[in-house]
């Protein structure tokens, strides 16, 4: 019994070897496929998140702008159109005809 102790200590610290073998090549697995799928991203020229983010606020911001702008036209509009006084209607012009042309004086 006491033969066996010694064999299944070694085959635990060869297990843990392994394991902890394994467990760094997986780390340095996903560190390659990170740094791989950043050069196919950058050569595809996408935009990083956090620009895309301070490009969204910007554009969320000029949206709000613009709708209170809008409000602001529609009212101007309307005080505008209630301050316009109606026009009457004007009696129609009697067209006036060009005055004929002087004709050429012939040369001499």
Known sequence: MQSQKPF???LARVASGALGALSGL???MEAMVRQQF???TTGLDMVPREEFEVV???AAKAREQQEILE?????LETRLAASEKPKTPASPKTPVSPKPKA???PKA
């Open 26 to 28: 997986r780390a340095e």
């Open 56 to 58: 969204r606020a910007m």
């Open 38 to 40: 950043e050069r196919v």
């Open 8 to 10: 299944f200590d070694d």
């Open 103 to 105: 004709a050429p004086k």
């Open 71 to 75: 409000e602001r036209v529609k009212a």
